[in-house]
């Protein structure tokens, strides 16, 4: 090709092995009884469950929205009825459970109506929202939500590079998309380049899959720069391949959107033609089952096929298998249970065996041969970092750029003490993070405690202040009231009542013989007489 | 002589001047320290350390009133964290002062009878409710001081562990074989 390219340092060789599945064309995986969707697929926020348990879905309903702006929204995969909304098995490497639907099939695989966009002619907000509503994320292994990621922002993206290298071993789920689906590919870059706004679009290929790069150069229209890149790990990495092919690099802590360039995967591409031009929500993927399997190949996978499952498609594991990896040798992770789910971000499931997989070697004390330096695609110093990581001294790890880590594994493919160097890396990530959360709580707590102290002298001070006016008015109130002719009235019958009140009080208290009509009084001098009249009778009587 | 004498007792007086008017000027208002103790403690204001919030054991610590290792909420890190800051050595956590598991409080609803008790208690405002009325806990906001529980009139505060999930998951300290040296 014409364009120059511009090698990274350090990379690996190590053995293709794409021969297994590549051979194959992508296979349907036939409807299952039961899916499994997890609600947190992507990075960012976990979807929030529309649906739940005893409910009817059909294929293609929504059923978890995206929550948040770093989200995206989760679909059924086929109709039928909701089993239950809860946790459980997810492909992850720490085995925890997480929120899933769980979705019994009705056999009829009933569609709901699906809406193609006019994107030509769609507003680009409108746009990326219906790409967010349609679940879409990075198929390439980050499934960041790609409805950000078409978001050109204040930043102008000059360059559009579609990433088609596939560099890891075993994986060729991109290669036979590629070959298979190349004009729909390209389709959907058209798409990405119409929202993003740029002129240039590249596609980059290793130079171990000819038959895919004929395809997309076939496929692509002039404008379109379909690029063969040497084979080399890890120059599938978006910083690796965006320098590869253009020179640029990418700012340490940044992406490579600072520097104007997007990159997407091939996956993701076909999944936008189909969300945009079909209007499918992300429904299925390509996932390469390969390694100590009977059939290995490719398989066009519904998201929450059980992994147990898309195995036995493959014709199950040969005997002596040694356990399965959910990506490829250099990145993945062991599986640890095989109910887990095919996920928007499983690209292959791997079957190992004891001959290529053996285990782990001892390992032995860092000579410091600077072996891990010079093979480092991101020009660190893997070394340095392993030796503070391990001492747990996390501030000097990351001043060795910890963060700019891509968790390839070419530094301990290359260890000659076969030093598990990603692991202690993740480590110490994950520590970092953890802190860096902890530390925003606290200020958060700090700030609340802060305000709390704040507001209750503030309400002390409202009640002293009103107090105060209080006793205030009152003052006033007794000033102004001699001037008020009515006031002074009602005061004087006040202060009557009040006068009468106190004599009362003081004990003469009347009788009730007291003031009475002369009336009253005569009849009661007439009774008075009578009585004195008998009385002396009386005594007469006794006498 | 004497003009040598007067030129080093100008400038001296010239300089003595400049440095008290910087003083006066460039005045710092609050201790630095007490800041950087400060943002070490991790601001659960639950007084376990014996007082009334994270800034008071802050400001004792930089006085040297209190000693480093008072905090459970900090553990073994924050006093080691502590240690380095202030050029002591790091000892272990007090007496009785294990740290526990990370917790939000919970309240049953059923039971609440909206008394306000805890909503006065809770250093960080993180409860809501008014007279009579249900109360509940904002879980983001929650500290874990546990200090809603003692005015509880009935008990209906629980304390609940925060469990790992897929988004807090860390990676484990890798442990690995190490071949023998021969």
């Not at chain 1, 809860?86 to 009933?110: K, M, N, T, Y």
């Not at chain 1, 930043?155 to 991109?174: F, K, R, S, V, Y």
């Not at chain 1, 320098?243 to 340490?252: I, R």
């Not at chain 1, 008015?473 to 106190?502: D, F, S, Y």
Request: net charge neutral; charged share 25%.
């Amino acid at each position: 090709m014409s364009r120059k390219l511009h090698p990274f340092n350090g990379g690996v060789h190590p053995d293709g092995h794409k021969e297994p599945s590549n051979a194959t064309p992508i296979r349907a995986m036939p409807l299952l009884p039961r899916y499994v969707v997890p609600l947190r697929q992507h990075i960012g926020a976990p979807a929030r469950p529309l649906v739940r348990a005893g409910e009817r879905v059909a294929r293609g309903q929504m059923i978890g929205a995206a929550e948040g702006y770093v989200s995206t929204a989760a679909h059924a995969p086929t109709s039928g009825s909701v089993l239950a909304v809860e946790p459980r098995a997810v492909p992850h490497p720490s085995g925890l459970f997480d929120l899933c639907v769980v979705i019994e099939a009705d056999g009829e695989d009933r569609a709901v109506e699906l809406q193609p966009l006019d994107w030509r002619n769609l507003d680009a907000s409108a746009l990326r929202n219906r790409i967010r509503d349609l679940g879409l994320a990075g198929l390439g292994g980050a499934v960041f939500p790609s409805y950000i990621k078409l978001n050109p922002g204040a930043q102008a993206i000059h360059t559009l590079i579609l990433n088609g290298a596939e560099c890891e071993p075993w994986i060729t789920c991109d290669d036979r998309l590629m070959r298979e689906r190349a004009a729909e590919i390209v389709l959907g870059a058209e798409i990405m380049r119409h929202a993003l706004g740029c002129a240039s679009v590249l596609f980059g290929v290793e130079d171990n899959k000819p038959e895919a790069l004929a395809a997309l150069r076939a496929a692509a229209p002039t404008d379109m720069e379909v690029v063969s890149v040497p084979t080399l790990y890890p120059s599938g990495g978006g910083k690796q391949l965006t320098y590869l092919l253009t020179g640029v690099e990418t700012p340490t802590g940044g992406r490579s959107t600072d520097v104007g360039i997007q990159v997407f995967n091939v996956g993701t591409a076909y999944s936008l033609y189909r969300a945009v031009c079909l209007g499918e929500p992300l429904l299925s993927r390509v996932v390469t089952v390969t390694g100590h399997v009977a059939e290995p190949g490719n398989f066009e996978t519904r998201i929450g096929t059980p992994l147990a499952d898309l195995l036995a498609a493959a014709g199950g594991a040969l005997p002596g298998a040694v356990g399965e990896i959910i990506g490829g040798p250099m990145m993945g992770f062991d599986l640890l249970d095989r109910v887990a789910p095919v996920t928007k971000s499983v690209n292959c499931l791997l079957v190992k065996d004891p001959r290529l997989f053996p285990a782990r070697p001892a390992a032995l004390p860092c000579i410091r041969c600077g072996a891990c330096a010079r093979a480092c695609p991101a020009d660190l110093q893997p070394f340095e970092m392993y030796w503070f990581s391990r001492a747990k001294d996390f501030g000097k790890a990351q001043s060795y750029d910890l963060f700019d880590c891509i968790e390839c594994g070419c530094c301990a493919y290359v260890c000659p003490s076969h030093i598990p160097l990603v692991d202690y890396f993740r480590y110490a990530k994950s520590e970092i993070w953890e802190r860096e959360r902890d530390k925003r709580e606290a200020d958060q707590a700090r700030r609340r405690h802060e305000f709390k102290e704040f507001r209750l002298e503030r309400e002390k001070q409202e009640k002293a202040e009103k107090f105060a006016k209080a006793a205030e008015k009152q003052k006033a109130a007794a000033g102004t009231e001699t001037a008020n002719p009515e006031e002074a009235r009602k005061k004087a019958i006040l202060q009557a009542a009040l006068e009468r009140a106190r004599l009362a009080k003081e004990g003469v208290t009347p009788k009730n013989t007291d003031n009475l009509p002369a009336a009253v009084e005569k009849e009661i001098a007439e009774i008075d007489a009578r009585r004195e009249r008998m009385g002396a009778k009386q005594q007469g009587g006794e006498e | 002589m004497i003009s040598a004498i007067l030129v080093m007792a100008g400038i001296g007086l010239v300089l003595g001047g400049v440095l008290g008017w910087a003083s006066i000027r460039y005045r710092v208002e609050d201790d630095p320290l007490v800041e950087k103790i400060d943002a070490i403690l991790p601001q659960t204001q639950c007084g376990q350390c014996g007082f009334p919030g994270c800034k008071p054991y802050a400001e004792a610590i930089s006085k040297g009133e209190a000693d480093i290792n008072l905090c459970p909420p900090g553990g073994n890190d924050g006093v080691k964290r502590l240690a380095e800051l202030l050029g002591v050595e790091p000892k272990p956590l007090g007496a009785g002062m294990e740290p526990k598991p990370k917790a939000v409080a919970v309240i049953d609803e059923n039971t609440c009878i909206g008394c306000t008790l805890c909503i006065q208690a809770c250093p960080v405002d993180a409860i809501v409710g008014a007279a009579k009325q249900m109360h509940s806990i904002i879980a983001e906001q929650c500290t874990g001081c546990e200090l809603c529980l003692p005015p509880c009139p009935v008990d209906c505060i629980s304390m609940q562990v925060i469990r790992e999930d897929v988004a807090t998951w860390k990676w484990r300290y890798p442990v690995h074989m190490m071949k023998r040296a021969a």
